[in-house]
């Protein structure tokens, strides 16, 4: 079955850096398009980066410039390198995978049907 598992989220100083990986197995992770999205409380989860199969991206506008997607195919693993982090990158991030093989790669949450259990960036001012 697919699974995705997150990790590397943490607490860090508005212009630090983190970065986040997914480990992915149980589907052929190469052909996938893939995604990193968040989350805060009463706000609806909002798409970041996504990475297609042909390594195309595509990112939020607010991260644009500071996020970097990107994946290791050889590892099954996609990474969301975050640099100069504001306050407002706070939230809970979800790698997530597209429901459907080759279906396109945009970051709307609603088009990936399968979810890591998130992993939480804090960014104090």
């Known amino acids: 079955q697919v699974q995705l598992v997150e990790s590397g989220g943490g607490s860090v100083q508005t212009g630090g850096s983190l970065r986040l990986s997914c480990a992915a197995s149980g589907f052929m992770f190469r052909e996938y398009c893939m995604g990193w999205f968040r989350q805060v409380p009463v706000k609806e989860r909002e798409g970041v980066a996504v990475i297609d199969s042909d390594g195309s991206t595509s990112y939020l506008d607010s991260v644009r410039g500071r996020f970097t997607i990107s994946k290791d195919n050889a590892k099954n693993i996609v990474y969301l390198e975050m640099n100069s982090l504001k306050p407002e990158d706070t939230a809970m991030y979800y790698c997530?995978?597209?429901?459907?093989?080759?279906?396109?790669?945009?970051?709307?949450?609603?088009?990936?049907?399968?979810w890591g259990q998130g992993t939480q960036v804090t960014v104090s001012s």
């Open positions: 997530a995978r597209h429901s459907v093989l080759y279906g396109g790669c945009r970051n709307y949450p609603a088009e990936f049907g399968y």
